[in-house]
């Protein structure tokens, strides 16, 4: 036995063992990619480095051998800024997504990849659990919210985005409709979380909460729950049957719901922080913006979300004819297009700037004005005229466009001498809302009059005080950003419960540069939205707008998804050592070297945009099955996996056996799933065993959601046989 | 009477062969026609060497097969009015005469296609002298020869040598690396094409050294001459007894082959030369374990270079003490260079260890080409480094160049003058080392090309703040994580103009200036009213009519036009045409 010490632990291995194979032996993890037992050691990654003492080089720790009284560091300073820079090198070469941009740029990051593909295989249940995993309001959030993954989403390239956010209403209302899924709850942990606001932040900090074992109660000044949703979004849009039916599950999961008590009138934070281990606060922002604009105080001038809120509660202010909104977002189109409901004759959406740059969504703005609403764009209220004290008039000032600012819109600005005056009944007044500031006295405000917390941690002022959403950092957004933020500060509270700290920042992840990808082979096929009520109808009534897609729209709809994301993101033994350190690749940004390919047969898809070369595939070939199929082609940067001739895998003399699949880092090979559309799931893989001929053999088993999924051959037997997946899949279920 | 041609690759590109044929035209007995390998004087190829009776030679330089006739006329006539202009002058007969010639000995002198000739020079006297003493006194007057490896590393030989000795097993194999990648080294392609018994002679006492009894020549495929004479050499050995069963009467046995390897640089490196040998990709394999212990199929085997065992003869019949006699503490015998470049007399420099760069740049080479001013000189090819002016007279050891930043290597030396852009310099050889990386590890495969890309941004002048940090970052990074010697010296060329020339990346960076002139982004032709003729020279030269003006009256140029070409400022006779 030869004895050593590595960093620090004195340990021995049996001579002519490798530190590598010493230090697993001991539970010392050393990073590597190319290397695996099953075949001949290689050092191309350069991972496996460590120190050791009194030797200049450094030393690939997959070959080199244990020798008596070594000292060895393998986390020492040089090993890991030399790890650093040859992930960065590989990354700044790897042409990948690790996931898609929707769910990149959804806030919540949503796995809409995976639910849209679900929905296309009709795994409608799968994919309303997977939506679950981050909203738990989806049929009122696939109904109200804009859709930041839409705006990501690559197929827009092609002709139009997926419509992701209707296909998410639609697998919440199929699960609405019956077994309505209820998730499984961890083991009671006794610790007890005080949530104040019953909004779309409160709820989900709630749900996730409860999940993980918390007791977990949410306090609400109003009525019901569900905040801004049900306070602040008309019924067409949104009706509060379906809010009510999603809340009912999240109490019925286990969550706590208690109306009708106010902050600061019938508790405190810290009051509520007695009784509690933690408490979370997500009042919201529940005060119109002023547009200091002269005559904002005139009877018949209304704050947009007081108008709203006024609506549902049953008591619609008397707002008479000609209405003038003011505002270019989604309050203002709530707005206006409840005015229309309300009888208003003339109704007019006063926006300074053009349609072009109106924050609301685009469907909105086009449906309020097939409802009759009329634009007035370039203009700006200077003053709200009135007569006894009741608005009469509104004094608008022509606007033209002058030079981009800053967020590169083009900014108005006056045109000299230039007004115009609007005889008006009533003005709305949405441009905005704000924190209640006086509700929340305990907690240190910033500059802009909303809470401080941290973005990353949600700690506030208060130790055990987290606080989320509206009332918080940068102030009132939509919905989908405080479920987001509802869902990292649950995970926070956990580990804050746990006596821990968590840094809920999303780790570094492959993105492929927007600019390189080609979709000119890609088919066009047109954007599927669900019907609507016609305008002359809807307009007149709160009916729900939208019907909903059809199980046949959904699923046409769902697979014209491109597939951005990687399949084998939950299994990317890659994207697991680039994260476990501080990688930039940005540094060494440059050329790719492979194109975007995708050759495929039956069960094996390789991409080389992705593959890192570490050969295992090309050694497992040779080495294992002594079949040759692929081979390394090129020189340098362009060095290339290559099936033998270049010959598509199928022309080659590949058995199928699979092991190249299972023993590759990365997604460059993967082996397809039995679902018909390819979906990235964060499957399970189990060993089992089948007998074929009469012989026990062992193979791979990936499951997702009971379902099998894909077969690999994982001994020397069931790699011989030439076995089609097919034949093993059938023996397996 | 012997008239002698010199045939290397270096003299049959310059016209030898037309010479050869254009003699045996004249009425010059073709028995008195012969040829030579590469004397190593490249740049007054080709030549002819005389021998009168009395074997007192007359060097003719620069012959075409024009001075046939004149040449056959002094023959015959023994005037050498006719021939009076081609004779070598003094200064340059000193290009040889300031030469120690060891590995050399015998090019350009005798006649590589005959083994006759090699025996003639005390040929093969070293083999018999081996082979009566024992394989470990061998090796040991190799050690106190001080000899190191020659291709590169400069690693001891009689270590290597020994190591092979000690491994276990019947079966080794004693490799020779002939696979000379190194863009402007020739001394390998040249010792094999003029002198080829001197390898196997030296290749056949390593052999017995180590006790291997095969024996194996890796050479390039894109020395088609020096295989063809190799071939035959080999062939004449083995017909002599020397190569094969029981030589020279002893119980040393050893057969011989050639592989031509497919011309990869890394091939060089000898874990991927032996992946090569046998059929595979041309990759390195991870040290350890050394050749030593598991080399060519698994044996035990020795790599050493060509020039190496140019060497052995000499010092078995020399002795160890004589060749250690010459050179440093650290470095001792001679070391071939090939001097090229922006140097007057370019070609092959043996000197001892222990002279300077001076002494091989300005003494044998003669100084500048051009009237421009020594600015550097790269050492070692792609894997070395580059040396500044203030660092002339720097020694040749090992030691000592290596801490400029530079590399012995094998011996190329390409000397610069003021009008080479160091930067585009590093970018040379970095893109030959990208392109020649094998594909294996990461800090080769992808550290080079980004660092080319670097180089590639600074010479057009899209360089920014941080480049030069953030190059040195990557260059130290690949040098500590690359696989195999290919990639652990690609920076070098990188960091020692980072070292030496820090400016003028800043320059490029900065200022998007090219202090040297030559990249072309980044410079702008003018011409200067107040020294144009208008005589149209420059106009008439410019390939896409970017110059315009009338006769007598001062041209212009429109620079949005302009493709940088360089025309009209080699063309232009008044210096009118300037750089910016």
């Known amino acids: 036995m030869i004895h050593l010490t590595i960093n620090g632990k004195q340990i021995t291995a049996p001579e002519g063992a490798t530190i590598l194979e010493a230090a697993k032996q001991n539970d010392i993890y050393i990073p590597t990619l190319c290397y695996d037992e099953a075949v001949e050691v290689y050092g191309a990654c350069g991972l496996c480095v460590v120190e050791a003492e009194g030797i200049p080089k450094l030393l690939r720790s997959c070959s080199a051998k244990v020798s008596e009284g070594m000292v060895i560091n393998t986390e020492s300073e040089r090993v890991v800024r030399s790890r650093k820079v040859a992930m960065e090198l590989l990354m700044s070469a790897h042409d990948g997504d690790c996931v898609a941009p929707c769910q990149l740029n959804c806030p919540a990051h949503t796995d809409c990849q995976g639910y849209v593909g679900l929905i296309a295989n009709g795994e409608y249940e799968s994919a309303l659990k997977l939506i679950k995993n981050k909203i738990p309001l989806p049929a009122s959030i696939g109904r ?590 | 009477m012997k008239i002698v041609i010199g045939q290397g690759s270096c003299g049959i590109a310059a016209g030898a062969e037309k010479v050869r044929k254009a003699l045996l035209n004249t009425n010059l007995n073709a028995g008195d026609i012969s040829i030579t390998g590469c004397i190593g004087m490249c740049y007054l190829e080709p030549i002819v060497d005389i021998y009168d009776d009395e074997n007192n030679l007359t060097r003719l330089v620069k012959v075409s097969e024009n001075d046939a006739e004149a040449i056959a006329n002094f023959v015959s006539s023994g005037d050498r009015s006719s021939v009076e202009r081609l004779i070598v002058t003094d200064e340059d007969n000193e290009f040889l005469s300031k030469q120690t010639r060891i590995a050399l000995r015998n090019c350009g002198i005798i006649n590589p296609d005959e083994i006759g000739a090699y025996i003639n020079a005390d040929g093969y006297t070293a083999l018999k002298k081996a082979l009566g003493m024992s394989p470990e006194n061998v090796i040991e007057i190799i050690k106190t020869s001080g000899l190191a490896g020659r291709g590169g590393a400069g690693f001891p030989t009689w270590f290597k040598w020994n190591a092979a000795r000690q491994s276990e097993g019947e079966e080794k194999y004693l490799i020779c690396n002939a696979d000379e990648g190194d863009p402007g080294a020739f001394m390998d392609r040249a010792v094999i094409e003029s002198d080829p018994h001197n390898l196997i002679e030296g290749m056949l006492i390593g052999a017995y050294a180590i006790g291997a009894k095969h024996a194996v020549v890796y050479v390039r495929a894109e020395y088609p001459l020096a295989i063809k004479r190799l071939k035959k050499a080999i062939a004449q050995a083995t017909e002599a007894g020397i190569i094969g069963s029981n030589i020279f009467g002893t119980d040393f046995s050893c057969d011989f082959m050639i592989k031509a390897g497919a011309g990869a640089f890394v091939c060089g490196e000898e874990t991927a030369l032996i992946e090569s040998l046998e059929g595979h990709r041309g990759m390195p394999r991870l040290k350890p374990p050394f050749p030593a212990q598991s080399g060519f199929w698994r044996k035990p085997s020795n790599i050493n270079n060509v020039e190496t065992f140019a060497n052995v003869a000499w010092i078995i019949n020399n002795g160890g003490e004589a060749f250690a006699a010459m050179g440093t503490e650290g470095s001792k015998g001679t070391k071939v260079f090939a001097v090229t470049g922006k140097v007057r007399r370019s070609g092959l420099v043996e000197i001892p260890m222990g002279k300077t760069l001076r002494d091989v740049i300005f003494d044998i080479g003669g100084g500048m080409k051009t009237d421009k001013p020594f600015k550097a000189v790269q050492m070692g090819g792609p894997s070395g480094g580059c040396i500044p002016a203030d660092l002339i007279d720097t020694v040749i050891d090992y030691k000592a160049l290596g801490a400029t930043g530079a590399i012995m290597g094998s011996g190329g030396m390409v000397v610069m003058d003021e009008s080479t852009c160091m930067v585009g310099m590093a970018k040379f050889f970095l893109d030959f080392t990208a392109k020649e990386s094998c594909g294996k590890c990461i800090h080769c495969r992808i550290g080079t090309k980004r660092m080319l890309e670097m180089l590639e941004r600074i010479t057009k002048g899209e360089g920014k703040e941080g480049d030069i940090e953030l190059l040195e970052e990557l260059c130290y990074s690949v040098k500590d994580g690359a696989l195999c010697g290919l990639g652990q010296t690609a920076p070098n060329p990188v960091l020692t103009t980072i070292k030496y020339f820090r400016d003028e990346y800043e320059a490029h960076i900065n200022d998007k200036k090219c202090p040297a002139g030559e990249c072309s982004d980044l410079i702008e032709y003018k011409i200067i009213a107040d020294k144009c003729r208008g005589c149209t020279l420059c106009a008439r030269n410019c390939p896409v009519n970017a110059i315009s003006g009338s006769v007598k009256n001062p041209h212009a140029i429109d620079t949005s036009k302009c493709i940088k070409c360089g025309k009209c400022y080699s063309v232009c006779k008044f210096g009118a045409v300037v750089k910016e």
């Open chain 1, 144 to 733: 109200v919210c804009p859709h930041p993954c839409e705006k990501a989403c690559r197929r827009k390239n092609v002709e139009e985005p997926i419509n992701i956010a209707q296909l998410k209403a639609f697998a919440a209302d199929m699960d609405l409709k019956a077994n309505s899924y209820l998730p499984d709850i961890m083991v009671r942990t006794g610790k007890k979380v005080a949530i104040i606001g019953g909004g779309p932040a409160g709820l989900t900090a709630a749900y996730y909460l409860n999940i993980m074992g918390h007791s977990v109660t949410v306090y609400d000044m109003m009525d019901k729950m569900g905040g801004m949703l049900r306070y602040g979004i008309p019924q067409y849009r949104l009706p509060k049957e379906v809010l009510d039916q999603e809340i009912a599950l999240i109490e019925k999961s286990g969550v706590k719901l208690v109306n009708n008590v106010k902050l600061g009138k019938d508790f405190t934070i810290n009051s509520l922080k007695e009784n509690n281990d933690a408490v979370i606060v997500a009042v919201g922002a529940w005060q119109s913006s002023s547009m200091r604009t002269p005559g904002e105080e005139l009877a018949g001038v209304y704050g947009g979300i007081d108008f709203l809120r006024a609506v549902i509660n049953g008591n619609a202010p008397a707002i008479g004819d000609k209405v003038v909104i003011c505002g270019g977002g989604n309050t203002a189109m709530d707005a206006c297009r409840t005015a229309v409901r309300l009888g208003a004759k003339e109704v007019y959406v006063v926006y300074r700037r053009t349609r072009n740059e109106m924050p609301a969504d685009k469907l909105e703005i086009d449906e309020a004005e097939e409802e009759g609403v009329i634009y007035k764009f370039l203009t700006n209220p200077i003053s709200f005229n009135g007569e006894n004290g009741k608005v009469t008039s509104i004094t608008l000032q022509v606007m033209e466009l002058g030079e981009p600012d800053a967020s590169g819109r083009r900014s108005p600005v006056p045109v000299e001498g230039k007004t115009e005056e609007i005889a008006v009944d009533s003005v709305i007044l949405a441009i905005g809302q704000k924190l209640v500031q006086g509700d929340v006295s305990e907690l240190t405000l910033n500059n802009r009059g909303n809470i401080e917390a941290d973005p990353d941690f949600f700690t506030t002022n208060i130790d055990g005080v987290f606080a989320i959403g509206d009332a918080t950092n940068r102030g009132a957004s939509i919905a989908i950003e405080a479920i987001g933020e509802a869902d990292r500060c649950a995970k926070a509270v956990d580990a804050y419960l746990n006596g821990q700290s968590l840094d809920t920042r999303v780790p570094y992840i492959s993105k492929r540069d927007e600019k390189a990808i080609d979709y000119s082979d890609r088919e066009l096929k047109i954007r599927l939205t669900p019907k609507v009520l016609p305008p002359e109808v809807r307009n007149k009534n709160f009916d729900e707008v939208s019907l909903g897609f059809t199980e046949e729209e959904a699923k046409a709809e769902a697979s014209r998804c491109l597939e951005c994301g990687c399949r084998e993101y939950y299994k990317c033994k890659l994207l697991g050592v680039a994260q476990l350190y501080d990688i930039d690749p940005e540094r060494f940004r440059g050329e790719m070297p492979q194109k975007y390919t995708r050759d495929e047969n039956a069960f094996i898809e390789r991409n080389t945009a992705k593959c890192i070369l570490c050969g295992l595939c090309v050694r497992s070939c040779r080495e294992v099955m002594d079949v040759h199929s692929i081979g390394l082609m090129g020189r340098g940067f362009k060095t290339d996996v290559s099936p033998a001739f270049s010959l598509p895998l199928d022309q080659t003399n590949c058995t199928n056996c699979g092991l190249c699949v299972s023993l590759c880092p990365t997604g460059a090979l993967t082996e397809k799933s039995t679902l018909q559309k390819q979906v990235p799931l964060n499957e399970e893989y189990t060993e089992e065993f089948v007998e074929i001929d009469g012989k026990r053999v062992s193979v791979l088993v990936s499951r997702y959601n009971g379902k099998v999924l894909r077969v690999i051959p994982n001994d020397e037997l069931s790699r011989s046989m030439q076995l089609s997946r097919e034949e093993l899949i059938e023996k397996l279920t």
